[in-house]
């Protein structure tokens, strides 16, 4: 009865609504306050908005504690307005093209910049793909080409960020997703594209999970005899020791026997002056340190007449040939990664992004050809030019170089280690008689 009354008379004073209402604002505007030097002290922190458990209403506050002006802010600074446990995170594999022209090699533990993976990498941080550590983000990548070969193929996989709910997910709904493709590409520069994306299994590994992988090398027939390199590339195929194709490892290579499924040879659809481009397709599980160039070299000798189609089973047979004789290497530009195949993985594109890579590459395109008709009207201006007859030489023709055999020349630096392999060789010189600039 006494507590009625009271409260009646409570209620009675006009006064007291408006004191609970100013201690109610106030209460509030502490608690904003509070919101505000915690999310303050995050940032100084570098984790982002910390999402304070709670809810004020009639404050201005977001779903989230903060208010849109601070959210505003926060992302202004290229803070994170979550923490990083709060992000969702998919495992894909992307599927990545690049012309290697202008980049030292592909593998960012390069002693050179710019490398492809460098520039995937601040890609990646640019659109915010990524969080935490790399070593959270499981990356690996298929193959680690080397300076100025191109790829039109190359894998990688990691976790990156995703619009789905569910953690590290990797199969499933793909609507709603996001544009991994058109993302990266709106950042990457013009000669590294990503083609498409795919979810992947977290166990997968780019480099270990690769069934197959397939290389092109591109060159002008001229006077190459092709029947005889095709003869010596099925040689090739099968299981081989090939040390003696390769630049030697020592240091991290023991078993130098790979396994090459295909090899073919044909023409392309490009010609010039009477010449066309052909083309030597390699397929492989797996290949040593610049076993390609070594092989198309080998062969190129082949196809000059200067080697018989034999010399590859000589090569291939370490117990006759245990070290490998000096030749040099053929040039990388022509070189290219086609393809890496893995079991069950599907890489999309979205339309847009498909519709932006087509307009890319044509516009690309246009660009090469037009450099293509400019050399052309150069090279017909030389043409027109007259020959100098005032300059004439003592009349004496300089000797062709003799040429020696691969089997009798020196061999590389290193000693054969039992078991083992070689030693890491320094020394890549192809030697005719008193000339070392030749195939």
Request: net charge positive.
């Amino acid at each position: 009865m006494d507590h009625q009354c009271s409260s009646a008379v409570h209620s009675a004073d006009p006064s007291e609504p408006k004191t609970e209402l100013i201690l109610d604002l106030q209460a509030q505007l502490e608690s904003l306050r509070t919101r505000v030097k915690l999310e303050e002290n995050a940032d100084a922190n570098g984790i982002g908005g910390i999402g304070v458990a709670g809810k004020t209403e009639g404050v201005g506050l977001g779903s989230g504690g903060m208010t849109k002006k601070i959210k505003s802010k926060l992302k202004m600074r290229g803070c994170n307005t979550r923490t990083m446990h709060q992000h969702s995170k998919r495992y894909v594999a992307l599927k990545i093209m690049y012309f290697g022209q202008r980049f030292y090699g592909f593998a960012s533990e390069a002693q050179m910049d710019p490398t492809i993976e460098s520039e995937i990498f601040k890609a990646l941080e640019k659109t915010r793909l990524t969080f935490g550590d790399k070593k959270d983000w499981q990356y690996s990548r298929c193959g680690r080409t080397d300076k100025g070969v191109s790829a039109f193929g190359q894998v990688i996989a990691l976790f990156l960020r995703s619009a789905h709910r569910e953690r590290g997910r990797s199969t499933g709904v793909f609507e709603g997703e996001l544009d991994y493709v058109r993302m990266l590409n709106r950042v990457l520069p013009y000669d590294i594209r990503v083609m498409g994306w795919c979810p992947a299994p977290v166990d997968l590994s780019a480099r270990f999970s690769c069934l197959s992988r397939e290389y092109k090398y591109f060159f002008w027939k001229e006077n190459l005899n092709v029947l005889a390199m095709e003869t010596a590339g099925r040689t090739f195929v099968g299981e081989h020791d090939f040390r003696n194709f390769c630049k030697m490892d020592a240091a991290n290579v023991h078993n130098y026997r790979r396994l090459i499924t295909s090899f073919e040879i044909f023409p392309c659809n490009e010609r010039f002056d009477g010449d066309q481009l052909w083309v030597m397709k390699i397929v492989g599980s797996a290949f040593l340190w610049h076993q390609v160039r070594c092989m198309v070299a080998v062969l190129f000798l082949i196809g000059q007449g200067l080697e018989t189609p034999h010399v590859i089973n000589a090569l291939l047979d370490v117990v006759k040939t245990p070290k490998k004789p000096q030749y040099k290497m053929a040039p990388e530009i022509p070189l290219v990664l086609q393809s890496c195949e893995f079991e069950s993985l599907k890489f999309m594109c979205s339309k847009d992004a498909r519709q932006t890579l087509q307009l890319h590459f044509e516009k690309e395109y246009r660009a090469y050809k037009l450099q293509a008709a400019i050399f052309h009207e150069a090279l017909q201006s030389c043409l027109l030019v007259d020959d100098d007859d005032s300059v004439l030489d003592d009349g004496r023709k300089k000797k062709a170089a003799s040429y020696v055999p691969l089997i009798s020349r020196p061999t590389e630096l290193g000693n054969l280690d039992k078991g083992r392999g070689y030693m890491k060789a320094d020394a890549f010189v192809v030697y005719f008689a008193g000339s070392s600039s030749a195939f």
